[in-house]
Structure formats: C-alpha cells, structure tokens
C-alpha cells in the first residue's frame, strides 16, 4: 500500500473531530458491556464483532501515530500499522459488519460514541478510496443524477403523472393531485427513490393524506431524494454537496417547510446532521413524515377508521429516528389513535434492535448472507409480538423487513406509516 494513500487516511486523525474524537478514542475500558448490544455479536457469538473491537481497531491506528508510546513500542500498547492488513479488516468490520445503529453507544458504561468511532473509521477509509464498490456506486449515482437509483426526470415525472390519475380515479375527484414544481406552496416533499422505481403506491399513499389534511404541498423533479448514502460511505464532501441540493431546492421552490419522506438515515443525514456540515442553521422548517401525520391527527386535519385494522400491529423504530432524532412517541400516538390491537417488541423505542438493514448495508450486497443473519434478531423479537402487520417509518427498514419476511417465513404484511394510515383514512 503506497504512503501517499495511507497517509490520506491519517488525516482524518488530524483534521476529523479535535478533542471529541481523541477523548472517545482513548476512553474504553474494555468492560465488554457494549457486546450483547450489537446484533452482529448477538446473531453470530463472534468476538471479531463486538462493538469495542471495532474501537479497538480505529483506536490501534490512532496509537500507532499519534502517542509517544504507539510510535516507540508498538507491540507494547496493540497499536497497528494502517496497512493492506490493518485497512482490509477495517473495511470487513467498519463497513461489513455495522449499520451504525447507535444501539451500543446507549449502552457503553462510559459513554464511549462507538458509532461516531465507526464513522471516523469510515471516513478514514473513503479518504483512502476504499469504501465498498457497491456503497460507492450507489453515492456516485446521487452524486451525478440528484438520485441514489439514477431515475431520469421524465421517467419520475411519468410516474407521478400516473400515481395522480390512480389517485384522482380512487378518491373520485380531479382536486386530488400530486403536484410537481410548484413555486410558494407551504410544504415541499421529499421521497426515497424506490417509491417511484417499486413502490410508487407509497407516494400516492402520503399524496392521500396531504389531499385530506388540505395540505399546500409540492414535489421537487430536480431534487426529491431524501437518502445520503455518502453519510454512510464516510465521504463528508459528497454528503454536504447531496444536502446543500436540497436546501437549494427549498430556495428555489419558494417553499416554508421541508417535510421529509419516511427516511431513518436521510432525516438523520438532513435533519440532525446537515447544519452541521453546512455550518449554517436551517432557513426553513424540517419535519418527519411521522410528525406532520401526527399534527393532522392532533389538529383534527385528518380522522381515521378505528375499524379498519382488526389485525394485530407492531411497530419497527428506525435506529437513526428513535435514537439519533429522539421521534419515538409520535409513531406510537398515530398508533393509538386507530389500531386496536398494537403490541410494541422487546425491547422497543430507543433501545430498539436494528433490523440489519441500517448504515448502508442494503446497498452493500457484499454482505448480504451476514446481513440476513443478524436479522434473526429482529425476525425473532417480530414473531415473539404474534404481529401480522409490521409497520416502520423508513423505506430502508421496510425493505428489510420485507427480505425478513421472505427469509424467515413470518407471514406478515410490510407497511410503512403513510400506507397504513393512507388505508384506514376517512373522507
Ligand atoms: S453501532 Fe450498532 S451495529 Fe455498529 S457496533 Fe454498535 S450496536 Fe453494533
Ligand atoms: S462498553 Fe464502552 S468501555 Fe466497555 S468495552 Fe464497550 S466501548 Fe469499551
């Protein structure tokens, strides 16, 4: 490995994250208690998987650089060499073997960021253009079409076209539309591009509600992709770039509030983290799709049938709403309001499970088999409820799920929010 490339990644020691990242990289005390967090220890029993060995390995390169002791003894305080070696189990472990859930960040004794430690790691190694080819290509996709799928604009705009004529033909009215591009309405919504590749029925689904609520809304042509799979990929250049679209997007449309489409990473990437990397405050509203629905119902905007599901519901909290944003009550009070019989896992809200699917693994089919291993875990804790209905607010959980479903013959039905509220809606 040449030292040009290696030194690309040691950057990120000096220029990533000042006193935060030197503070969580020498913090661990080897308690083991973050081990029975993760799902990928917990499905598998392997070691190799615990969350503080993948500290340890961040942690190992930092010694072998940045201390007195790393650079003269390294044998003495485990420091490594960031070589083929060193990065080649990085990648398997920081990118293989993470969704970045957070779960074992609630759970540290000491309050070690594991998964901003596995963030750093990541972008150590995209620094060093070692990012897994198919996480890449689906960043360099957003990156040159304004989307991770590379739909072409009028392929999208037929589609919407088309989801509008269903919709009009199912409610019976032409007043019940999808617009596209309009300047000044109040909201502009957002979607995640597999609505309108798969599941188009999911944007009619929320096109319903905003209908009912007698929302001011539009969608973007140029720019409605919610996802920042480059936040995943550790390239914080391209992440700011795919956020920075979407602000401007506001600015043009003319719009007050972005509403963002059920996305558990995309909200976290927008929502919590691009002030951030922006290093600006939002000049307009955000809000989840989650919490707009639950303002409608609060404010009398929409009413749904109590009657509708008899069927037995639980709910998957993504990782990056519940435990990054702190949206955990909202999805439970739209719960409450109709569905008779909701039976929450365990455990449930911010001390949730990932479904596996999180932190770009979806798109890394590199790891696909280990993937559907850890999701024992969730199948586990979906068939403990009796459930028939699982509902999560975030296309990338339900694409998950679905795969969970499929593996694991539970014989349920995947919703997200939107489509099960769209379904019990009165008019
Ligand atoms: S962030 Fe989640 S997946 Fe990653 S090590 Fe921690 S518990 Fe495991
Ligand atoms: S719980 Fe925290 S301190 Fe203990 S081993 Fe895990 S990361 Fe280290």
Same mark, same amino acid.
């Given at each position: 490995?040449?030292?040009?490339v290696?030194d690309?990644?040691?950057?990120?020691?000096?220029?990533?994250?000042?006193?935060?990242?030197i503070?969580?990289?020498?913090?661990?005390?080897?308690?083991?208690?973050?081990?029975e967090s993760?799902?990928?220890y917990?499905?598998?029993?392997?070691?190799?998987?615990?969350?503080?060995r993948?500290?340890?390995?961040?942690?190992?390169?930092y010694?072998r650089?940045?201390?007195?002791?790393?650079?003269?003894?390294p044998?003495?305080?485990?420091?490594?060499?960031?070589?083929?070696?060193?990065?080649?189990?990085m990648?398997?472990?920081?990118?293989?073997?993470?969704?970045?859930?957070?779960?074992?960040?609630?759970?540290? =004794?000491i309050?070690?960021? $594991?998964? /901003?430690?596995v963030?750093?790691?990541? %972008? !150590?190694? @995209?620094? &060093?253009?070692?990012?897994?080819?198919?996480?890449?290509?689906?960043?360099?996709?957003?990156?040159?079409?304004?989307?991770?799928m590379?739909?072409?604009?009028?392929?999208?705009?037929?589609?919407?076209k088309?989801?509008?004529?269903?919709?009009?033909?199912?409610?019976?009215?032409?007043?019940?539309?999808?617009?596209?591009?309009?300047k000044?309405?109040?909201?502009?919504?957002?979607?995640?591009?597999?609505?309108?590749?798969?599941?188009?029925?999911?944007? =009619?689904?929320?096109?319903? $509600?905003? /209908?009912?609520?007698?929302?001011?809304? %539009? !969608?973007s @042509?140029? &720019?409605?992709?919610?996802?920042?799979?480059a936040?995943?990929?550790?390239?914080?250049d391209?992440?700011?770039?795919?956020?920075?679209r979407?602000?401007?997007?506001?600015?043009?449309?003319?719009?007050?509030?972005?509403?963002?489409?059920?996305?558990?990473?995309?909200?976290?990437?927008?929502?919590?983290?691009?002030?951030?990397?922006?290093?600006?405050?939002?000049?307009?509203?955000?809000?989840t799709?989650?919490?707009?629905?639950?303002?409608?119902?609060?404010?009398?905007?929409?009413?749904?049938?109590?009657?509708?599901?008899?069927?037995?519901?639980?709910?998957?909290?993504?990782?990056?709403?519940?435990?990054?944003?702190?949206?955990?009550?909202?999805?439970?009070?739209?719960l409450?309001?109709?569905?008779?019989?909701?039976?929450?896992?365990?455990?449930?809200?911010?001390?949730?499970?990932?479904?596996?699917?999180?932190?770009?693994?979806?798109?890394?089919?590199e790891?696909?088999e280990?993937?559907?291993?850890?999701?024992?875990?969730?199948a586990?804790q979906?068939?403990?409820?009796?459930?028939?209905?699982?509902?999560?607010?975030?296309?990338?959980?339900?694409?998950?799920?679905?795969?969970i479903?499929?593996?694991?013959?539970?014989?349920?039905?995947?919703?997200?929010?939107?489509e099960?509220v769209?379904?019990a809606?009165i008019?």
């Open positions: 490995m040449e030292k040009t290696i690309k990644g040691l950057k990120v020691f000096e220029n990533g994250g000042g006193a935060k990242l503070t969580h990289l020498n913090s661990c005390v080897h308690c083991g208690l973050c081990a993760c799902i990928y917990k499905a598998t029993g392997d070691d190799r998987f615990t969350p503080a993948k500290v340890d390995l961040v942690a190992s390169v010694r650089y940045y201390t007195f002791a790393g650079k003269y003894m044998a003495l305080v485990s420091a490594r060499d960031l070589n083929e070696d060193t990065a080649n189990e990648v398997d472990l920081l990118f293989g073997a993470c969704t970045m859930c957070g779960r074992c960040t609630m759970h540290c =004794s309050g070690v960021d $594991i998964a /901003y430690l963030k750093m790691g990541r %972008t !150590l190694l @995209s620094e &060093m253009g070692m990012v897994p080819a198919s996480l890449q290509s689906t960043v360099k996709a957003a990156v040159e079409t304004g989307n991770n590379g739909i072409p604009t009028q392929e999208f705009v037929d589609t919407i088309w989801m509008e004529d269903e919709l009009a033909d199912e409610l019976n009215t032409k007043e019940a539309q999808i617009p596209i591009d309009v000044g309405k109040k909201v502009m919504y957002t979607l995640n591009p597999r609505e309108p590749k798969f599941f188009p029925l999911s944007i =009619s689904a929320m096109a319903k $509600i905003f /209908y009912a609520a007698g929302e001011s809304w %539009t !969608l @042509s140029n &720019m409605y992709d919610i996802t920042n799979y936040y995943f990929s550790g390239n914080m391209e992440a700011r770039l795919i956020a920075k979407m602000w401007d997007e506001m600015d043009k449309l003319g719009t007050s509030t972005l509403v963002l489409a059920e996305c558990g990473h995309g909200s976290r990437a927008l929502r919590w983290e691009s002030p951030n990397y922006l290093k600006q405050a939002f000049p307009f509203k955000v809000k799709s989650v919490e707009i629905i639950a303002d409608y119902l609060r404010e009398g905007k929409i009413k749904l049938d109590k009657e509708k599901f008899k069927e037995a519901v639980t709910l998957h909290d993504p990782c990056n709403l519940v435990r990054s944003g702190g949206i955990c009550m909202e999805q439970r009070y739209i409450n309001e109709f569905i008779e019989d909701f039976r929450e896992m365990t455990p449930h809200g911010i001390d949730n499970y990932c479904c596996g699917g999180g932190g770009g693994q979806l798109a890394m089919s790891y696909n280990r993937r559907m291993k850890t999701a024992e875990v969730k586990d979906i068939r403990k409820t009796g459930a028939k209905i699982v509902v999560s607010p975030c296309h990338n959980c339900v694409d998950q799920l679905t795969q479903n499929f593996s694991f013959k539970l014989n349920l039905q995947v919703k997200t929010m939107a099960l769209a379904d809606i008019l």
